[in-house]
């Protein structure tokens, strides 16, 4: 019942609960805008998303779940979000990632390997802000993205990633726990 959520996920429809906090509604569906624990408020018929713990800060040598924010030629950021979605920092930070720290042989190109919105897994190497990160480790990448050309969820097919909806394939980075976003 009180299971974590993740952002999209479909919580009630509107009739049952009023949206509150941390909630957006599509087509009458109530629907998480946020990571956490969905409440739903029988008393006062209002559904809101509570935040899971929250530690301060990551360092050093932390893995991190975080939003690839932006791409330049040789550096994208990443907004850091937590250590998993049930371990959220109360503020987000942000992360840079540079070209060679995305694989052990020098990558060519960023776009290659992650792309705009993609939720990746990344190594902290420093201990202060903003923080510099890496995705070298198979266990680091990309651990949820979504098609490029119609939205929807891409899954994992071999070592590229498929669009069930318009079959359109795609490539990344991609970490061994792809899809695994609720934890280990
Ligand atoms: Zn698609």
New binding site residues.
């Given amino acids: 019942m009180n299971s974590i959520v993740v952002p999209g996920e479909a919580l009630c429809v509107e009739e049952e609960f009023m949206p509150f906090e941390g909630v957006y509604t599509l087509d009458g569906v109530v629907r998480a805008n946020t990571i956490g624990i969905p409440i739903y408020d029988v008393v006062n018929r209002r559904i809101y998303i509570k935040p899971a713990k929250n530690p301060k800060r990551p360092k050093s040598g932390d893995i991190v779940i975080g939003v690839v924010d932006r791409i330049r030629d040789e550096m994208a950021t990443i907004r850091i979000i937590g250590y998993d979605v049930t371990t959220t920092f109360k503020h987000t930070f942000t992360g840079i990632l540079h070209i060679s720290q995305v694989m052990e042989s020098r990558a060519q190109n960023l776009y290659d390997f992650i792309k705009l919105g993609d939720f990746v897994k990344v190594k902290i190497l420093n201990s202060y802000i903003p923080y510099i990160v890496s995705m070298k480790d198979p266990r680091l990448g990309v651990i949820l993205a979504y ?6 969820q ?1 899954i994992k097919t071999g070592d590229f990633l498929k ?6 394939t795609e490539n990344r980075k991609l970490s061994v726990d792809y899809m695994l976003v609720k934890g280990k």
């Fill in positions: 098609c490029s050309k119609c939205g929807s891409l669009c069930t909806k318009c079959n359109n």
